[in-house]
């Protein structure tokens, strides 16, 4: 646990919460307590929002960030005290944070919620319960296989990751190939098992993830694709053409799923996560943002959930505005929110980071750099206008496109602001 | 407005550099610099820009 002075306000609840808002304040309840649901909080304050806030959370620990659970933290480099969302505290949020409460249920008409600990009224709701990660189906499902998500199973897995260590990683998608470099770095041997021909492409394209997949075997690590796993056991796992692999940790990175089970009858849509309108509203005074939201983004008329860091902040700062809107009788006043999505994942000494969505796109060209050169810039291009940005250790030469995106530039403009040479991108 | 960047958490991934370019540049050598310690408070909405997105939460404005 932390020092008590980064959650000076966290209440361990034990009894049951408060009910509704005292007379003319409101009272916004936020379901959730990591990164989504505290960048809702901040929004709300942000933009005015004077009237009662309380965050309910199911984890036991203060709001911590996930990316260096399968980096930094995991490899040793980092310690927890850089885990923390919001080091500073949150006094200036004059919240009630609720920790180790489980919302167990929403009932949309009466607009209100139950928890582990009591039900809450609320006059406006913020859903940012995330997702989890998806297990093997069942025969091959083993409770001792190593997943994830929380600071705890990175912990767990920590000390399993020792020099000489034989790894087998079920998935190849970001959090398996960052625990597979990771692993790598710590010593481990490692071996990566992925059903898909091809790691990763549906979020690259079928170039752009051939490159990706290329770093496992320069970095020592064997990936082998398109195999069919028939039978596991808490240090085996063997496939349908015979091969069976021995491991001292089995980790499993197949995807995660959004966590909704909760609101099943709550009057919620739910399909592909929550379902929301374009401007992040679930339901009148409800929103839903980060990675359990889904809605459509206008701007690549596509809709989507996107598990991704940027956009569960980006989002929760949106959904709030929207809710504020709802709260304050004008609806109507709420926008659309349409984001140009960014993701990055680091894997080995390679940074890939990629703006944009490739979702049906005709051409994808490397503009700078080279595949075996280790940093290359990448721009993908749907109809005439260009629709994503990839980079690998390129950092300031595709940031440089975010504008251009935001702008819906078109191919044009953006092959004319291609880096030449040493020049800036900028 | 001052700029305090933990370089510790730094990955230079260049998000801040996206949004006040003005202020903060990674360059070739994979560092970030500050142009501007103390930029002016006409910079302010692009500063809480960078820092809102920073995914490592390494930037504050004292
Ligand atoms: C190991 C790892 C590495 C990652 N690396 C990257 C990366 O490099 N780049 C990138 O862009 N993204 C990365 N991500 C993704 C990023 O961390 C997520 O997109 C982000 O955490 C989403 O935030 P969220 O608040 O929407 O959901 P979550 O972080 O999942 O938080 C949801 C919270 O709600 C709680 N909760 C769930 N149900 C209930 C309930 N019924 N009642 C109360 N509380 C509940 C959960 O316990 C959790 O605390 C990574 C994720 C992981 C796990
Ligand atoms: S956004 Fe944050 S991590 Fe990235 S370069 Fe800027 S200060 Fe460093």
Not at chain 1, 117 to 133: K, Q, Y
Not at chain 1, 271 to 300: F, K, L, M
Not at chain 1, 313 to 339: C, I, K, R, V
Not at chain 1, 370 to 384: C, F, I, N
Request: with cysteine; glycine share 10%; hydrophobic share 40%.
């Amino acid at each position: 646990m932390p020092d008590p002075s980064h959650h000076d306000r966290v209440t361990n609840t034990s009894g049951a919460v408060g009910s509704v808002g005292d007379g003319e304040r409101k009272h916004v309840v936020i379901v959730g307590a990591s990164l989504a649901g505290l960048r809702s909080a901040e929004a709300l304050r942000a933009h005015g929002f004077v009237g009662r806030l309380t965050i309910v959370g199911d984890e036991g620990s203060a709001p911590y960030d996930r990316p260096p659970l399968s980096k930094q933290y995991l490899s040793g480099a980092w310690g927890e005290e850089k885990l923390w969302l919001r080091a500073r505290g949150f006094d200036e949020l004059n919240l009630d944070l609720q920790l180790n409460v489980r919302a167990e249920s929403l009932d949309v008409a009466s607009l209100a919620l139950s928890t582990s600990t009591g039900d809450i009224a609320f006059d406006g709701l913020v859903i940012a319960t995330g997702a989890r990660p998806r297990r093997l189906p069942e025969p091959l499902d083993h409770g001792d296989h190593a997943v994830v998500r929380t600071k705890a199973h990175s912990d767990e897995l920590r000390d399993k990751l020792r020099d000489g260590a034989k790894v087998v990683v079920i998935g190849a998608g970001f959090i398996g190939a960052e625990v597979a470099a990771t692993a790598r770095c710590r010593g481990c041997e490692v071996t990566i098992l992925e059903a898909a021909p091809l790691p990763l492409e549906r979020q690259l394209g079928p170039d752009m993830a051939g490159v990706c997949a290329g770093l496992h075997e320069r970095n020592g690590v064997t990936l082998h694709t398109g195999v069919t796993i028939v039978a596991t056991t808490a240090k085996s796992v063997t496939l349908a053409d015979g091969r069976s692999f021995a491991a001292d940790v089995v980790v499993v990175g197949v995807g995660v799923q959004p966590n909704i089970e909760w609101l099943q009858g709550s009057g919620l849509t739910l399909g592909n996560g929550i379902e929301c309108d374009e401007t992040c509203r679930a339901a009148p005074s409800i929103v839903a943002v980060g990675d359990v939201a889904c809605w459509p983004n206008a701007r690549y008329d596509e809709r989507a959930r996107v598990e991704h860091w940027t956009n569960a902040a980006e989002m929760a700062e949106h959904g709030a505005a929207t809710l504020l809107a709802d709260l304050n009788g004008t609806p109507e006043a709420a926008l659309s929110y349409m984001p140009v999505p960014y993701f990055w994942s680091d894997q080995y000494a390679t940074k890939i980071q990629f703006l944009g969505r490739v979702g049906g796109f005709d051409e994808v060209r490397v503009v700078a750099g080279a595949a075996d050169s280790g940093k290359l810039l990448a721009l993908y291009r749907r109809g005439d206008r260009v629709v994503g940005a990839l980079g690998l250790s390129m950092p300031r030469h595709v940031m440089a496109y975010r504008r251009l995106l935001l702008e819906n530039a078109s191919w044009r403009e953006a092959l004319a602001s291609v880096p030449v040479a040493k020049a800036p991108g900028a | 407005m001052k700029i305090v960047v933990d370089f510790d958490k730094c990955q230079s991934n260049a998000l801040c550099m996206s949004a006040a370019p003005e202020v903060f540049e990674v360059r070739d050598d994979g560092y970030l610099y500050i142009l501007q310690e103390n930029p002016g408070e006409e910079m302010r909405a692009k500063v809480e820009e960078a820092v809102r997105l920073c995914p490592t939460q390494a930037i504050t404005i004292e």
